[in-house]
Every structure is written in structure tokens, then in C-alpha cells.
């Protein structure tokens, strides 16, 4: 167990985090994913150090950081924190950058080396504002690294990303950091980004983690409503909750009959907002379409499967 | 939270603000004879001098101020890059030095009424009145309300001025429906500041002998030696302060008059015929008689005088202007950047309120901090008498207590230039500074500093202009036989040795000239 959280609760007016419980193994990513202002910014700052939390404690590597008695300052807890903006200083050079945190400075064969990992050589003597976002971005990363911390916390690490570029920084860090063989805690308000870059994701709401599991669990086996419907379209009936993949569209037979309110076209495929018939009563339904079946105002769906709720 | 930084606040506070409280409560209590007559006699005048002489001078800058930063903001005519600059430049120019220089101009055997007599006009006009007194101030201080408050129509103007064409609305009418209340706070809180001046000022005040409630506190204080009578007037000063600056917080309300930034590109209107030569006819005034006409005064006579008044003693004088200014704004800047620093990392609503709290000397007329001062001073040298650690006045009338005076007044112009310049550095800077492994203070040295280096240096040139100028706190603080360029400039003028005065003045004025040169600069670019 590198990071262990154990009933940590914040607040400021009313609660912000509410007794959270968390135990994040070697070498994880780990995703902090909500809504703006469920808490899971403060959250992180509380890991940091750059907030006190009101109660619980904080463990890395077995080794008490926070609790009753003891509250580590942030320069001491050995923690990295990549900023939403970066946060490189603007009178330093990359080379000065790196070296920032690094004991030894005359030790100039780590920032060639930390160069060489983010893919960013002779870089050393650039200033911050001549960096494009992803370059900076990487620089921040390698600052980071260059202290060698337990674990690495990164605030909304892609929100100031080009959605075009997106993809490839994602895939770039995460690459980075799994070289690197770092423990991660990313906070996120953006579902796919969670899913693509963690091994498991903390879903926090109203400052409780509503669920803590792997992306598969989460997208297929989400406890609650809210989590389901943060994760992409779903669908209800009855308090439970189907995933678009999880419907079939028959033109005659099947189980429920629908009726198409309006469809939108999405270019590949279309988007049909029914109105599902199940037992005399109607629920509103979204179904993505690949085939014309929009064409014609009645059908009937299949629920292939469904999956479980609270 | 009682930590190492905010208890340094707490205690920088509450030595600061003690001079005030003193004030206050030696105010209160039983009426000497004295306060008595002055309530029966004087007590009126000086309220009601004082309350026509801020309401006069402040209808005059703000007409002078809003009308020349609306002609210069919005309108495009030849030589206004001239007029942008040369409008703020009375900045530069004492209001006392000012009062000096045209009671000499108008002077009975003096420039003025030599020509009247020359073209045959033999009645003499007598000038040491409040109507001059008001023209006078306000030609001083209406670079306030101008500076600020073209600030604000500038970065009005580049927001809206091409939404509202675009949304066809008239310039005029923009103006005045949009900009112009727009740019209610900067125009309030610009006279705000002209008001509190006017009750704070000392010298010309007292020089045309208009009874104003900073003479009277000194005169009470000093001349009828009566501490109670002298302390209750100044309450009064700070109730009028006070008042004002609850008509600029009223005023302010709970509207937003936040813009955004933009920089788009803003056409100019061009003026013509008749309206440009008005507008030159208006600029002129100001410019004219608030600078150039001060400028050609000293100018004339410092050279008349360069050869008598060049000694040593001028030499110290003016060493003592730079030492004291240098060392003062030095400590200030020190201070309020410990305190604003301790606002950024623990920001809790104490914290984030005691710049305020000590900003509140600023707003207090000199007088009253003098006296406050003086008060807190003495007691503590007859506390250190009575328990024999020195055996006489040991504080009161030293060195250190007008550095200590021109802390407590001029902290507000240091720790605002602090604040707002931290808010242009990210705090996650010194977030990611401490998670590389430094504390709070190897963090401020090493990133905060450096990266506000440039705007401190800027503090500090307003805070050292602020204190070269400075007059009542000076001439009753100072210690024995101490005299700055400011307190010469007074001796001097009340020993009846105006002209002599103009190479002190001159001192005065180019010293605050060239850091306004450079801010002016800087910000026309």
C-alpha cells in the first residue's frame, strides 16, 4: 500500500469531503473523477499538503503524514503536484525548472536524462513562454520526476488541451508515467479521460466516494444512477440501467414497443429519442442507430441485458 | 490560525493601529474649559471651512479630472500624447509649495499686480482667501480623479466601444449609459482619495490661514496645549474621513462593475473646428497653471538663488530627504509584503482583512497620526522612566519615531501595490514551489521575489514620492533641529523667504518627476 486514506473529512461553510476511505497500491493511476465542486480538487490538495483536512488520516508508505497530532508540510510528504496550469516558473529556464527541487543542481546529467524521457532534448536553456502547452506540460511532469517522489498528483492535467491534441498528450503522459513506474492520482471531470488513463477511478459526489473500481465495473456495474449517467448516455426503466450497446432495435416483435419522438443526425450514426412503452407507461429513451431504422416512427427494442443498480 | 507569519501580522497591526485608538479614547471624557470655548467659538468654523473646502475641491477635480481624461480617452487630436502626460504631471508638485508659489505671484510687490499697475489698474486683489485655496488644491489634485479615472475609461472604452457600434449605438450615448457609470467606482473612489487630501493638508491650509481641522488640531495641540481639545477635533477630522469613505463604499454598493480585458483595436474620434480649439482652451488650464507656470516660478528663482542656497546645510537637508525616504520606504515595503504574503498562504478572513485594517493611517489625516504618535510615544517614555531604564524622554522626538510615523501613514500606498501585484502571480507557483521540497519563506526568496521584483520597485518610488512630500507629520515629529526638503520649504515660506524656497521645491518635484516619468511612460506605451 503506497497511499492509504482513512475517514478524511473537510470543510470549509458545510462539508466538502466526507469520510473518505482510500487505499491506492505501487504503481496505480488512479482517477479522481466528479462534477465541479464535489470536492475532489480540495481532495487532492488535502494528499498535498496545501490543505488541512478536519479529521482522518493520511498514510504513504506506512508512514503517518496526517492525523491528530501530526500534519507533514507539503515540502516534507515527498508528494509531486503537476498544476492545471503547469505552474513552470516563469523567470527559469527548463534547465532551472527541473533542477528547481534537485539537491545536487550541478548534477546536470539528470536534466539530460529527464529531457531525453519527455522527448524534449536541448530544451535547457528555453523559458517557459517559449513552450507550446504540451511542451510545457512535460516539462512540469520531468520537474516533478526530478525530485523522485512516492507519488505524482495531477489537477485537471489536460482541461488547457486543444481537444485535437488531447488523444496524444494523454497517451504521451500516461506512457510517461508508467515508464517512470510512479504511483498517480489524476483529478478529472471527464469521464472518457478517466477511463482511458486509470487503472481504477474514485467516483466522488457531494465529497463521498460513490464508487471506487475499475472503468469496466464503473461503465457496466455502476452503483448508482448519478455514476451511470456520468458515464456516457444511459438509459432507465424501473431503476435500472441500460447502456446503448445493450439494445437491440427489432422492426417487428421483440419485448417493448417504442415510438420516435425526434432523432438527430450525428453524422456516422443517429441519435433516436423515443418513448419506450413498458406496461402502459412511457420512459424517454436515447438509442444510437447505425441502420435507417429512423425512418419509421414505431418499432420494437430489445433489452439485451441489464444491468444492476442500487 | 496562529502560526509564526500571522501572529507577525497581528502584532504589526496592533502596534500600528495604536496611535489611532489612542487618539480615540483620549477624545472621550470629561470637557476641559477649553473644548468647552472652542465648542462655543471655533468648533463650527472649522467644521464648516473644512466641509465647504472638500466639497468645493472636490466638484473642481472632478470636473478638471473627468472631463480632461474623457477628452484625451476619446478623441484624437494633435499634441494629445502631449496632454496625456503633461495632465498628471502636478502630480509632481506639492499642494503647499504650490500655495507658496502663487501667493508670491500674486504677491501686493509681486509679478501680478506690477503688471496690473504697469497697464494702470491700481486695485490690489489679496489671494490668501479659500476661494484660492480651493482653485489651488484642486489644480494639485485633480491628477487623482484624471489618472484613475482614465484608467477606467480606457479599458471601458476597448471592451464595449465596438459591441455598442456594432449594437448601433452612438458614442455619446455609450458614454453616457454605459461607460460613464461604468466608471462610477473609479470616479468615487478617485475623489475619495482627493477628499481625504484636502483634509489632511497642512501647509497651505495653514499659510492663507483658512481654518481647516489639521491647523486647528496642531494649533489646539501645540499653541493652547491642550491635549483633550486637540484629540477631539481630531475625532471629528476622522468621522468626515470616515464619511467619505462610507459614501465611496455606499456608492460602490453591490453592483459589478468588473470588465474584462480585451485588446481590441479602438477607432478614435477626430476632433474639429471649434470643439478642438475649446479642447486645447480647457487642457491648457490645468497643465498651465498646476505645472508649467510652478515650473517657470522655481525654475527662475532656483537659478537666482542656486549660488546662496548651495551650502552644506542644503546638502543635508537633502540627504536627509533621501535617507529618511529611502530607509522608510524601504521598511514599508519590507513589512507590507511580510503581510500581504501572509494573506496569500494562510488566507483566512482575518488575514485577508488586516491590509485593510492597516491601510487605515493612510486614510487618517497626518495630524492625527502626528498626535497619536506623540501620545503613544511619551507614555512609553514615562513608562521606562518610572521603572528607571532611561532617565529621559527617550523615544519621543527621536528618529525612529517619525520613521515609525511615516510607517503607519504611508503603509496603505506599499501593501496595496503588494497585494495587486502578488494577484498577477499564481499562487499555484508557490504551491509547486513547496511540493519540490521548500518552505514558505525559501519560497518567497526564491520564486515570489524575483518574479515581483520589477512592481515593488514601483511600490517602493510611491511610497518614497509620498514620503519626500510629506509636511505635518514631518515638522511635528521630527527630531531636534532636523529638517527635510519639505520642512525647509515651510520654514522657510513662514520666514517670509519664498524665493527661497524654490530650490528645495525643485528638488522636491524633480525627485518625484522621474518615477512618474517612467510610470507615465510605461503606461502611454
Known sequence: MILELKELNKSFDKPVLKDINLKIEQGEIISILGKSGSGKSTLLNVIAGFERAGSGSLEINGEIIFNKKTDTEPQNRNIGFVFQNYALFPHLNVEANLLFGVKNKKNKSIVRELLEMVELEGYEKKYPHELSGGEQQRISIARVLATNPDIILLDEPFSSVDTLLKAQIEKELLTLIKKSGKTAVFVTHDPKEAMAISDRVAFLEDGEIVQFDTPQNIYYKPKTNSVASFFGIANFIEEKCYRLNEIELHVESGMYKAKLEYSIFRGEYHELHISLNVEGKNYPFVVFDYSDFHTRDEFYISLKSHLTTS | ?525
Open chain 2, 1 to 525: 490560525m496562529f502560526n509564526r507569519w500571522s501572529s507577525f501580522s497581528y502584532i504589526l497591526t496592533f502596534i500600528l493601529i495604536l496611535p489611532i485608538a489612542l487618539v480615540i479614547n483620549h477624545a472621550f471624557g470629561s470637557d476641559t474649559q477649553t473644548l468647552t470655548h472652542l465648542k462655543e467659538t471655533v468648533l463650527v468654523e472649522y467644521v464648516t471651512t473644512t466641509f465647504i473646502l472638500v466639497v468645493s475641491v472636490g466638484f473642481l477635480t472632478l470636473f478638471l479630472g473627468v472631463l480632461s481624461a474623457y477628452l484625451t480617452t476619446f478623441y484624437e487630436f494633435k499634441f494629445v500624447g502631449f496632454f496625456v502626460i503633461a495632465l498628471a504631471l502636478p502630480f509632481a508638485i506639492p499642494t503647499y509649495i504650490m500655495g507658496y508659489i502663487y501667493s508670491d505671484i500674486f504677491g501686493y510687490f509681486n509679478h501680478f499686480h506690477l503688471f496690473l499697475r504697469s497697464i494702470g489698474i491700481k486695485e490690489y486683489f489679496n489671494v490668501l482667501n479659500i476661494y484660492s485655496v480651493i482653485v489651488i488644491m484642486s489644480l494639485a489634485l485633480y491628477p487623482y480623479v484624471y489618472f484613475i479615472v482614465k484608467a477606467s475609461f480606457e479599458k471601458s472604452q476597448s471592451a464595449l466601444l465596438n459591441p455598442a457600434l456594432s449594437l448601433g449605438s452612438s458614442r455619446l450615448k455609450l458614454f453616457f449609459k454605459i461607460i460613464l457609470p461604468l466608471s462610477r467606482p473609479a470616479i468615487v473612489g478617485s475623489l475619495a482619495l482627493v477628499m481625504m487630501e484636502t483634509i489632511s493638508e497642512y501647509g497651505i491650509t495653514e499659510y492663507y490661514n483658512i481654518k481647516t481641522f489639521t491647523p486647528a488640531i496642531f494649533n489646539t495641540w501645540f499653541g493652547l496645549h491642550d491635549s483633550k481639545s486637540a484629540t477631539y477635533i481630531a475625532v471629528m477630522a476622522m468621522v468626515m474621513v470616515l464619511a467619505v469613505l462610507g459614501f465611496e463604499k455606499f456608492n460602490r454598493g453591490k453592483a459589478s462593475y468588473k470588465i474584462e480585458s480585451t485588446n481590441s483595436e479602438v477607432k478614435k474620434q477626430k476632433l474639429k473646428g471649434y470643439r478642438l480649439y475649446l479642447s486645447y482652451f480647457f487642457l491648457s488650464i490645468p497643465v498651465t497653471f498646476g505645472f508649467f507656470v510652478p515650473l517657470i516660478w522655481i525654475g527662475v528663482y532656483s537659478y537666482e538663488y542656486v549660488t546662496t542656497a548651495l551650502d552644506e546645510k542644503f546638502v543635508a537637508v537633502l540627504t536627509n530627504s533621501l535617507l529618511s525616504s529611502t530607509l522608510s520606504a524601504f521598511l514599508i515595503m519590507l513589512l507590507a509584503f511580510l503581510v500581504a504574503y501572509t494573506g496569500r498562504i494562510f488566507p483566512t478572513f482575518i488575514n485577508r482583512y488586516l491590509s485593510k485594517i492597516l491601510s487605515l493611517g493612510f486614510t487618517m489625516p497626518g495630524a492625527v497620526i502626528a498626535i497619536g504618535i506623540i501620545m503613544l510615544f511619551t507614555d512609553i517614555d514615562k513608562w521606562l522612566i518610572e521603572h528607571y531604564i532611561t532617565s529621559s524622554m527617550f523615544l519621543s522626538g527621536s528618529y525612529f519615531t517619525l520613521l515609525f510615523a511615516y510607517i503607519v501613514r504611508f503603509f496603505a500606498i506599499g501593501v496595496s501595490s503588494v497585494e495587486s501585484s502578488f494577484e498577477r502571480v499564481s499562487i499555484d507557483l508557490n504551491k509547486a514551489s513547496r511540493s519540490l521540497g521548500f518552505n514558505y519563506f525559501q519560497t518567497m526568496k526564491k520564486v515570489e521575489l524575483p518574479l515581483m521584483k520589477n512592481s515593488l520597485l514601483f511600490g517602493f518610488a510611491l511610497v518614497f514620492i509620498a514620503t519626500i512630500k510629506e509636511l505635518p507629520v514631518t515638522l511635528v515629529l521630527r527630531p531636534f533641529n532636523y529638517e527635510t526638503l519639505a520642512t525647509k520649504t515651510y520654514t522657510l515660506a513662514n520666514s517670509q523667504m519664498i524665493h527661497e524656497t524654490a530650490i528645495y521645491a525643485l528638488c522636491i518635484i524633480a525627485i518625484s518627476l522621474i518615477p512618474l516619468t517612467i510610470i507615465l511612460l510605461k503606461r502611454h506605451r
